[in-house]
């Protein structure tokens, strides 16, 4: 059995409000967990902070972050995260392989320091490592992770992480293709055909698609058809758009439910889900 637990659900920009509060407005960052077994923790965004508080204390932490791609919503999170403050935590980030050659360490040592943030990442008690990948697959443990570049905006991946049987796909970022007639990559197809959870990007309607076709997202019925067509068990609506209210969220998720032959939700803040195999 897997355990995912939603942190942050939200795209783009973290947001709070009375209409967004159900859902919630953290950004993007779901842990995953299994019985003796480092905890892996999908992207940096702002709901890092609250997994961070949920460990903070645990002597000789060690977790695993999968890191999608190096938007500000995936990695704000970062010098929130508690257990950095402490000497005996390690951290260790697999993160894109950059196209310009720069290393994913020295974005970030660029990125937290003064002027842009008070405390330089060097600072931080913590060890932290960082792996670069591409279309990879490796173990963290005794669990499998497969990663493969998907259309976004910028070098991005999709990851899959199977133990015991159980798989679950990350896509958090995902370019919907342009026109009618849905496809998918290789790379994307190899991550999710048969997952017991998908969690996909879902940030814009139909009609908000057609005017923000090129922002790197996808629609409620590509990600629907992504799980249909890759026979996925469960579909986790994410990367929920910051303008989209809990009334309006719940109305389409449960339209994309009734119409669909997977199981859908979607996913808030907070929310943990026990993923087991049908085929077990
Ligand atoms: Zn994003
Ligand atoms: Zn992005």
Request: some cysteine.
């Amino acid at each position: 059995m897997l355990n995912v637990t939603f942190h942050g659900v939200r795209g783009s920009t973290p947001c709070h409000c009375d209409e967004t509060r159900h859902f919630g407005g953290n950004t993007s960052c779901v842990s995953l967990r299994a019985d003796d077994e480092i905890p892996i923790i999908f992207d940096l965004g702002t709901g890092l902070r609250y997994f961070g508080k949920q460990v903070n204390g645990t002597p000789n932490f060690h977790a695993v972050c999968l890191l999608t791609h190096l938007h500000y919503d995936h990695t704000m999170g970062l010098p929130f995260f508690e257990p950095l403050l402490r000497g005996d935590t390690i951290f260790e980030i697999y993160a894109p392989k950059q196209p310009d050659g720069r290393s994913v360490k020295e974005l970030f040592l660029e990125k937290i320091k003064p002027p842009m943030f008070p405390v330089p990442l060097e600072q931080f008690a913590a060890r932290l490592v960082f792996h670069e990948v591409g279309d990879d697959d490796f173990t963290v443990g005794n669990m499998q992770v497969r990663s493969r570049y998907v259309p976004h905006v910028g070098p991005t991946l999709g990851f899959r992480v199977s133990h015991a049987g159980v798989a679950v796909t990350y896509l958090s970022d995902h370019q919907q293709p342009a026109g009618a007639d849905f496809s998918l990559t290789d790379g994307a197809r190899a991550l999710c055909e048969d997952a017991d959870l998908l969690i996909h990007d879902s940030q814009f309607t139909d009609a908000e698609f057609e005017a923000k076709s090129s922002w790197g997202h996808s629609t409620f019925a590509y990600a629907r058809w992504v799980a249909e067509t890759c026979r996925v068990k469960q579909l986790a609506l994410f990367h929920h758009d910051p303008s989209r209210s809990d009334a309006s969220l719940s109305s389409i998720a449960e339209s994309v439910a009734a119409a669909s032959s997977v199981d859908v939700f979607a996913a808030r803040e907070g929310q943990t889900v026990d993923v087991v195999t049908c085929s077990a």
